[in-house]
Each structure stands twice: as C-alpha cells, then as structure tokens.
T-cell receptor, first 113, second 111 residues
C-alpha cells in the first residue's frame, strides 16, 4: 500500500512570495490533515478535511493560508504572502476514519528568508 | 481550548535503562494516540487507547490510559539505540473530535 505522498520535499522562498504544497493521501482515506511543525514542537493542526468538506480550520491563518481538496482526494495548501515565521515543516496526514490513527507523509520543509 | 502537555521534554538514558514519558490533557479525552518521530523523519503511528484504564503492550513498549481519560503514559523497558526519537501523544477531545498533539519527549540513548 502506497503511503501519503507530498511535494515538494524542500522549498526556499523569500518573504512576501507565494508557495504551494501538494498532498496525495492513502487511497480510500476520507480524512486529510495539514499540520505545521516548528522545530522542537509537536505538529499543529492547520486544517482537517472529511472528503472534500472542511471539518476544522480554526487554527488556519486565513489571511495568508488557504487549502482545498476539490475532489475529495488530493489537496493543496497555499501560503500567500509568506512571512519569516512560516518557516517550518508542513506535514500532510490521512486517516481512514474521522477520528483514528493518522498516517503522515514525509513533509515539506519550508524556509522563508 | 484543549491543551496537551508532555513531560519530560528531553530524556537521556544509558542503553538498557527504562524510559517513561507522560502525557496530560486539560480536558477529558475520547481517545489518545502515540506517535514516534525519528530525527529528520515524520511521525509514525504506534497505538491508540480508547478505554478508561486501558493498558496495551507492544514488545518492550507499554502504553496506559488513565482512569479519568485525561492522562497517559508510554514506558519502554530496556531501551535500545533504535528507540531514539521523539515520542508524541495526541489526544482527541470528546466535543469536536479534534486531535491535539503534545510537544513530545525526545529520547536519546547512549550505547
């Protein structure tokens, strides 16, 4: 069974630029999560999708972050414009059910200079 | 909002010693999950506990869920160098079903 795929793996941008991350969850997993993990901290949930609907986006900085999962499969997370404090690893995870074990992708390491 | 705290933040042990990390939630949980993240890697699911007072074992790892479903622990017996990494708990609240991760306990093992 293929795992969660993410791209790119690394990205370096300057502040005020835009960036987009892509995630393809495990086949058949209805729930998809985007997390931000700052060095030395636990993953912080940005947004949770159930199929193509948003379940929780209470911690998503909506003035600069957006995410979509149009067909209920893969998803994109965008940051526009980026700030220095957005430097982190962005993790995508999927789960077969709404509340259950989560399977993480390798993450995208973003550096904002 | 729901907060999940883990202690200790770091633990350094000699190979063969035991290790325990504790997870405490500010609210009652419907379940708790444990993950391991190796240096440079991503979190990998270890186990989920659902029932009050539940104890589960995976080889040298023992997981417990408190009676009040607000705390949990992970105990590793006779640590090995392969146990190195950061151990995270993630608690799922009873209301919105949202999971909150703790900041983890980073384990280093000296051979």
């Amino acid at each position: 069974e293929a795992g969660v795929a993410q791209s790119p793996r690394y990205k370096i941008i300057e502040k005020r630029q835009s960036v987009a991350f892509w995630c393809n969850p495990i086949s058949g997993h209805a729930t998809l999560y985007w997390y931000q993990q700052i060095l030395g901290q636990g993953p912080k949930l940005l947004i949770q999708f159930q199929n193509n609907g948003v379940v929780d986006d209470s911690q998503l900085p909506k003035d600069r972050f957006s995410a979509e999962r149009l067909k209920g499969v893969d998803s994109t997370l965008k940051i526009q414009p980026a700030k220095l404090e957005d430097s982190a690893v962005y993790l995508c995870a999927s789960s077969p059910i709404r509340v259950g074990e989560q399977y993480f992708g390798p993450g995208t390491r973003l550096t904002v200079t | 909002g729901q907060q999940v705290m883990q202690i200790p933040q770091y633990q350094h042990v000699q190979e063969g010693e035991d290790f325990t990390t504790y997870c405490n939630s500010s609210t009652t949980l419907s379940n708790i999950q444990w993950y391991k993240q190796r240096p440079g890697g991503h979190p990998v699911f270890l186990i989920q506990l659902v029932k009050s007072g539940e104890v589960k074992k995976q080889k040298r790892l023992t997981f417990q869920f408190g009676e009040a479903k607000k705390n949990s622990s992970l105990h590793i017996t006779a640590t090995q160098t392969t146990d190195v990494g950061t151990y995270f708990c993630a608690g799922t609240g009873t209301n919105a079903g949202k999971s909150t991760f703790g900041d983890g306990t980073t384990l280093t093992v000296k051979p």
